[in-house]
């Protein structure tokens, strides 16, 4: 198959410029395409995949103490990363039964994910104003579409910004801080330290399926960029490092082998064992995420946990 020359997106550039480093790396935010989000909703149900169910209970115990500070009066509801909106609806049923008057913006990368929130959304709360956002956070930061006289409310769930290296988190909280009026308010959630076998056993499942989401940013570069990736020749590697609360996952090359891209026509040599770095799941200590705050603009109003204490939802004011 003839295959264009692809290298102007901005996947393309990524994908050049990580495959070509001396440590080779990919963005997590490419594993979500339209396998890739199903794969994830996946994910989000499995019995080891602890993040979800932890702060779903979080916010269907916590809605009404989390959402009071925004309520009184017409305000934006904006959302980075969104995704399926599963937990984000607990949220927005309190607010309608409440007679909130709000616009809801979610914001996220996969246009096929939002496409699909809207719908679930439109036929769920017949008279929710949705307006959804296809974009990075980096972009719809800079753009706010959702600017106004109203306060805002900004939903960053699921432990997004783990996916984040440290001074990363800062200058992406610092941008969401510019974003802000003083008074707005923050609700981000973390994944906490804890044992390293649960946290561990988060990233690697028994049935394979967090296997298949890390191999699916290959399978993207096969189909979008034609490239020849034999997925059976890679393997699924994720580590934890509880001094950085780093949790780490690699796609490690079981032997050396070449590949070629045709998009990019480039082909990329791959060592016996050289890994790709592909995602960041970094988890937090309470002091470390009060240090976050602090150095991004924030003051922490109050912290909402988990019995287990596993997750917690932070809710941040701007100063
Ligand atoms: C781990 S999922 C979490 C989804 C949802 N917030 C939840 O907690 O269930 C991350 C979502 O963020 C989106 N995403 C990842 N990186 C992004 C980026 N840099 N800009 C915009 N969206 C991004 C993905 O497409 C995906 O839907």
Not at 194 to 211: C, F, H, M, Q, S
Request: hydrophobic residues 35%; negative net charge; aromatic residues 12%.
């Amino acid at each position: 198959m003839e295959y264009t020359l692809k290298t102007e997106t901005e996947f393309a550039k990524d994908v050049l410029a990580g495959l070509s480093a001396p440590q080779k790396y990919l963005s997590s935010k490419y594993f979500y395409d339209q396998r890739g989000d199903k794969l994830f909703q996946q994910i989000m149900r499995l019995p080891e995949y602890y993040l979800t169910k932890k702060e779903f209970a979080i916010l269907d115990r916590y809605k009404a103490a989390i959402l009071a500070p925004s309520i009184s009066s017409r305000f934006n509801l904006v959302e980075m990363g969104a995704g399926d909106g599963l937990k984000t609806k607990i949220l927005i049923n309190h607010l309608q039964q409440e007679g909130a008057d709000f616009t809801y913006f979610p914001i996220d990368i996969s246009s096929t994910v939002l496409d699909e929130l809207k719908a679930d959304l439109q036929q769920s709360f017949t008279s929710l104003d949705v307006e959804p956002i296809v974009g990075t956070y980096k972009r719809a930061l800079e753009q706010r579409k959702w600017e106004n006289d109203h306060p805002t409310l900004l939903l960053f769930l699921g432990g997004n910004i783990g996916n984040f290296h440290y001074e990363q988190a800062v200058g992406m909280l610092r941008n969401v801080a510019e974003s802000l009026k003083s008074g707005d308010h923050l609700l981000i959630g973390f994944d906490l330290k804890k044992d390293p076998d649960i946290i561990l056993r988060a990233y690697n499942d028994a049935e394979g399926v967090t296997r298949d989401f890390n191999l699916n940013i290959l399978a993207r570069i096969n189909k979008e960029l034609g490239g020849d990736f034999d997925l059976t020749k890679f393997k699924h590697w994720p580590m934890y490092d509880p001094v950085t609360g780093e949790c780490r996952s690699y796609l490690v090359s079981t032997q050396s082998q070449k590949i070629c891209v045709k998009g990019l026509e480039r082909d990329f040599y791959f060592e016996k064992a050289e890994p790709i770095h592909t995602e960041v799941s970094k988890k937090y200590s309470h002091h470390e995420l009060e240090k976050l705050a602090a150095k991004s603009g924030f003051l922490v109003v109050q912290d909402f946990e988990d019995q287990d204490h596993y997750f917690t939802n932070s809710l941040w004011q701007k100063q």
